[in-house]
């Protein structure tokens, strides 16, 4: 099956220091897309990406739609207690309709 | 926020009960989803409704039911639970392709 392989599987920072995870396939993927999940609540979309090479950003994050369109990056900037949580990625591919495959996830801890 | 709910929140039940979790939108999306989340796996889909009474199988599928007889209502069954299908389950919605909303989760415990 599809699989996407997310890395790191957790990471603890301190505060205010950038932060970068990535997630990669060995098929192409034609969306991808990058959730966060606080803790006890479902997962929030932070940004989409639809085109090889695209690079988004919002607010603090900046995400990469790989030029190969087997990877992705995200990365957060100036890091906030708030950024606590676990980071998926997630890609769609065309022959496979509106599924998602997600990646296994980043759990976040950032240190005060 | 997209207006979804899943009831119930929380449940335990014993092995070989039947259990029904709903979930319910007020969005009007076309997409409806049912995904599984477990530590190590991330989420994966179990099923997912593209309209009413159209549904079709995810991945990890097997020991599972959905039913969507309303837009706004999409039904997960599992017909007799078992303690590998102790989860948190979550619902999703969507009209565009790869945006999804999620509810807040259903935390299921099977005895």
């Known amino acids: 099956g599809q699989q996407l392989n997310q890395s790191p599987q957790s990471m603890f920072i301190q505060e205010g220091e950038d932060v970068s995870m990535n997630c990669t396939s060995s098929?192409?993927?034609?969306?991808w897309l990058w959730y966060k999940q606080d803790p006890g609540e479902g997962p929030v979309l932070l940004i989409a990406l639809y085109k090889a090479g695209e690079l988004t950003s919002n607010g603090r994050l900046t995400a990469q739609f790989g030029i190969t369109r087997k990877d992705s990056f995200l990365n957060i900037s100036a890091s906030i207690p708030s950024d606590v949580g676990i980071y998926f990625c997630a890609g769609q591919r065309r022959e496979y309709g509106n599924k998602l495959v997600f990646g296994a996830g980043t759990i976040l801890r950032v240190k005060s | 926020d997209a207006g979804i709910t899943q009831s119930p929140r929380h449940k335990v039940t014993e092995t070989g009960t039947p259990v029904t979790l709903r979930c319910h939108q007020t969005?009007?999306?076309?997409?409806m989803y049912w995904y599984r989340q477990d530590p190590g796996h991330g989420l994966r889909l179990i099923h997912y409704s593209y309209g009413v009474k159209d549904t079709d199988k995810g991945e990890v599928s097997d020991g599972y039911s959905v039913s969507r007889s309303k837009t706004e209502d999409f039904l997960l069954t599992l017909e007799s639970a078992t303690s590998s299908q102790t989860s948190v389950y979550f619902c999703?919605?969507?009209?565009?392709?790869?945006?999804?909303?999620f509810g807040e989760g259903s935390r299921l415990t099977v005895l």
């Open positions: 969005e009007n999306h076309r997409y």
């Open positions: 999703a919605i969507s009209e565009k392709a790869g945006e999804l909303f």
């Open positions: 098929s192409i993927f034609n969306t």
